[in-house]
């Protein structure tokens, strides 16, 4: 059953917790679950709360008066500084729509109080170049607004010194006389802070789980990639269906997820047991 407009969600009263392979999950509140968390024990957040725009969330009205939510956000971000190491990264996903375009701005402001933005990523899902386009372009009719073909991906780290792997993250040399005209070690070179990355085309909700805000895997793959720590503890305060789960088990690295619906922690759990599986095939 969803929540009604302006019903405010029932956590569980005690936290239940889960173990798929080195991925933990805990259904419950991510406020009253970060406090239970040991200080300074995550080297890697990656998460995409909930927008404040009026998305159809099972268990969480997604429509809070705009300060109500920023004080919310700023009271979570204190909660995950505690636990954020000091080489530590912070990948925050938001999006504003076209009626509240500044909400992320305003968010972002709100936590320079916390943390220093190092970078500024905008994850593209959708491009025109020239009279071709990639990607999944969700219908709009409107005679104001553009389709909004990209989204917010905030970096942000304690100190704004957190050395990353780049090259990681990075992509090969168009031009291959770069490599040596330039003296690179390899043939690879930094990605820059605009990354395309499509959803797969769905058909509908059923296939993307039933949840209105999830993002494609490679998303998180490249955050980790480019924080370029090996057996990362991550952290997803905002789980939903498991995404940085995935993206955490698939690196090798170890990760806990926070959500507070069950029905998204079950998907979660049975995403995460299908690629072990598939993994040992």
């Known amino acids: 059953m969803r929540a009604r407009a302006g019903a405010k969600p029932k956590p569980p009263a005690r936290a239940q917790r889960y173990k798929v392979g080195q991925q933990q999950i805990i259904r419950g509140d991510c406020q009253r679950a970060l406090r239970r968390m040991e200080a300074d024990s995550v080297d890697v957040i990656i998460t995409s709360p909930p927008y404040n725009i009026g998305l159809s969330y099972r268990?969480?009205?997604?429509?809070?008066?705009e300060d109500e939510y920023l004080d919310w956000m700023l009271d979570v971000a204190h909660g995950l500084r505690r636990v954020l190491r000091a080489d530590g990264s912070f990948f925050l996903n938001i999006s504003g729509s076209s009626a509240q375009p500044w909400l992320p701005f305003e968010l972002a402001v709100r936590l320079r109080d916390v943390f220093?933005?190092?970078?500024?990523?905008?994850?593209?899902?959708?491009?025109?170049?020239?009279?071709d386009s990639f990607g999944h372009f969700k219908p709009m009719n409107s005679q104001r607004f553009l389709h909004r073909g990209?989204?917010?991906?905030?970096?942000?780290?304690?100190?704004?010194?957190?050395?990353?792997?780049?090259?990681?993250?990075?992509?090969?040399?168009?031009?291959?006389s770069n490599i040596?005209?330039?003296?690179?070690e390899q043939d690879r070179r930094c990605r820059g802070d605009a990354w395309f990355i499509p959803y797969e085309t769905v058909r509908d909700r059923k296939q993307k789980f039933d949840h209105p805000g999830t993002f494609p895997v490679a998303l998180p793959e490249q955050c980790l990639l480019l924080h370029g720590q090996e057996e990362a503890q991550v952290l997803d305060p905002f789980m939903g269906t498991g995404t940085t789960l995935l993206a955490a088990q698939r690196l090798g690295c170890f990760g806990v997820g926070i959500e507070i619906d069950p029905e998204y922690v079950a998907i979660a759990r049975q995403r995460l047991r299908e690629d072990l599986e598939a993994a040992e095939d």
């Open 59 to 65: 268990s969480y009205p997604d429509r809070k008066e």
């Open 116 to 131: 220093v933005l190092q970078n500024h990523i905008s994850w593209v899902k959708s491009i025109s170049v020239g009279e």
């Open 150 to 176: 990209h989204e917010h991906l905030f970096h942000f780290t304690l100190s704004g010194d957190v050395k990353l792997d780049r090259l990681s993250a990075g992509v090969p040399y168009k031009d291959k």
């Open 180 to 184: 040596a005209r330039r003296g690179h």
